[in-house]
């Protein structure tokens, strides 16, 4: 462990790169180059699948899509320091284009999930990484409860989960830290504090110096991570991690970035957001930022730039391509609301198919209405 | 005027003539809301009577009660329907019961205003009808306009009522309806279904959304099969204005009620109920029903056929009017 967390104060943004990536400012985490480039790829990616999702969305092909923009670092320097093996990731609904190193499946299932395809639900056993949510916080208890169950079964994993500072204010986030606090359950509870909750700025949002500092009231540690600098990501979270795993309990991240896009397509920040507050952090991206400290060190090119956005694009327009050819049949959401549908559900999905002049029976195995 | 034009005209009216009416909920003042419902407020009257909270439902709800009983109106915005289930247990447990266990000493005269209702590919949880969640807690009055001149109506009427009101508007309905509405006092009491379109043949009944669908229905029913419908909107489901409804259907003697949510107990169910015990020896028929089905909300691929279509309601009224289909 190259970190402290209990001598991590909640006041300070812990780094590793200077916020231009022209040098180390602290000791950068113990992992192997090779996962630095595999990042700085995932990253590459994301904001490649940002702008795809994002058009889609404008040509009417796809749903209303939530950017990502600007928090690569954030999700895909978590994910790096995770075991997708033994670990489980609760995103908030951001995330899923940065979490590939838990499988190509979840940017595949991604695209399902814009497309609004039931299957969109169901990142595929063994993924574990659990279904977007949209009911801000509410994934905070499951991932004390994920938690809590892997020790109860001895098994050596974490519970890793992302919310937003303005989901930091529900309930769901005090009375599940608090009890895993109670507990000291191996969850690491993700703060990302993007500067805003939709038109929210933090202080309408928060009275507190630092989402950190709300550790102390549960009695585990609280770390502000530079959410721009993915090797201070990888620090901070392999720390936590390895806190957890070794009985520690859990830890509070809050990784400070900026949400460079509009809250989704559907909004516009220009009612409530003045420019100069973007402009002041578009000096600061992570992608950019590790990338000129990866080109110092030999290890990034304009070449690899270029090879690593063409495998991007060609990785999302493949799970597009077979999002858009995924068929459902258009009784579907009568599966899976159950393990066997009620008798009345049984007559109402009949009613439904005679209606649309389908065969009366569904058959079985229907499954996730993929028609596959 | 749309019928969120009509909302917000409203909220001015109703600040302006009543300086205890506070506007708050989240990304209701800078933003004006993310539908604009509550545009202008913060410019018009300030930061005290119109507040952009935290994230965080329950607390919402449960200040709402706390301000009510010290004499201020709130009236609270939740943004979408589907997250009144994080302030369940304040709007259920405290917000409609506090004038009964404090013994009468403190009502609650907050106005809560939720969008809802199905149609245009909204994430998980934005589309849901629970209207009947809140009429199974007694105290709270629900209220959901179907046009624009209603929602202005039944707006101020709700902000004056001395009891809380679950104020429900059509999300789909926000910019597609469109009518004229008085531009001065405009109040339509609570309680008071509107016959929308009378008929002799058969009685559609329905509330937001679904009277658009049920009259859309009507026409075709006119048109195309020579059958006479009357259209109903309840207006509110509490208090219900079981006269109209008794009165409708002894008119025609056969029914059709039309909703979005869950068929199994839902406000439907509550319909056909009372018409079986108040106008029975009228009915000609078995009364209908078309609405969803008992499952969750469906995703964007799949809620084309969850939501009732004037078809449905078509066939439905054929069949109630022994007309094959
Ligand atoms: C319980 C609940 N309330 C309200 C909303 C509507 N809503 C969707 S996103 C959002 C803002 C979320 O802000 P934050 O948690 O900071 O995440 P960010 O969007 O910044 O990533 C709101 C209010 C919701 N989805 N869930
Ligand atoms: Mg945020």
Partial sequence: MSLDLELAAAETVYRVLSEDGSALVAEPPDVRDDDVVAVMAEMVKARVANGRFFSLQRQGRAGTYAPIEGQEAVVAGAAAALDPAHDWVLPQYREPVALGRFGPEVLRTYALYQRGHPAGGHFPAPVRVFPVQISLAAQIPHALGLAWAMRLKGEPGVACVFFGDGASSEGDFYEAANFAGVLGAPVLFLCVNNGWAISTPLHSQTAATSFAAKAAAFGFPGVRVDGNDALAMISVVAAARERAVTGGGPTLIEAVTFRMGPHTTADDPKRYQAPEERAGWEGRDPILRLRRHLEGRGLWSAERQAEAEALAAAEIDAAWDRAEAMTVSPDAFFDHVYAEPTPRMVTQRAELRARLGLDPDPGTGTGTGTGA | ?325
């Fill in chain 2, 1 to 325: 005027m749309t019928l969120v034009e009509a909302i917000n005209h409203t909220l001015h009216q109703e600040m302006e003539r009543d300086g205890k009416v506070l506007v708050f909920g989240q990304d209701v003042a800078r933003n004006g809301g993310v539908f604009r419902a509550t545009d202008g407020l913060l410019d018009r009257f300030g930061g005290r009577r119109v507040v952009d909270t935290p994230l965080a439902e329950g607390v919402i709800i449960g200040t709402a009660v706390g301000l009510a009983a010290e004499g201020f109106v709130p009236v609270p915005e939740i943004q979408f329907l589907g997250f009144a289930w994080q302030a369940f247990h304040q709007i259920a447990g405290q917000l409609a019961r506090l004038r009964y266990r404090s013994d009468g000493r403190f009502g609650c005269p907050v106005t809560v205003r939720a969008p809802f209702g199905g149609g245009v590919r909204t994430p998980e949880l934005h589309s849901e009808a629970l209207e009947a969640q809140f009429v199974q807690c007694p105290g709270l009055k629900v209220v959901l306009p179907a046009s624009a001149a209603d929602a202005k109506g039944l707006l101020a009427s709700a902000i004056r009522d001395p009891d809380p009101v679950m104020f429900l508007e059509p999300l789909k309905g926000y910019r597609l309806v469109k009518d004229d509405v008085p531009e001065g006092e405009h109040l339509v009491p609570l309680g008071k279904a509107n016959a929308v379109r009378t008929g002799d043949d058969v009685t559609l009944i329905a509330w937001s959304a679904q009277v658009e669908v049920a009259r859309k229905a009507a026409a075709v029913l006119a048109a195309e099969h020579g059958v006479s419908a009357g259209v109903l909107d309840l207006r509110t489901l509490v208090p219900l204005d079981i006269e109209a409804i008794v009165a409708a259907v002894e008119h025609t003697g056969r029914a059709v009620v039309v909703s979005e949510a869950p068929q199994s107990a839902g406000f439907a169910a509550e319909v056909v109920a009372t018409i079986c015990e108040e106008a029975f020896y009228s009915l000609e028929a078995p009364v209908a029903r078309v609405g969803g089905y008992d499952v969750p909300y469906p995703v964007g691929m799949l809620e084309e056929h969850y939501v009732p279509d004037a078809a449905r309601v078509v066939a439905a009224a054929l069949r109630v009017c022994g007309e094959g289909a």
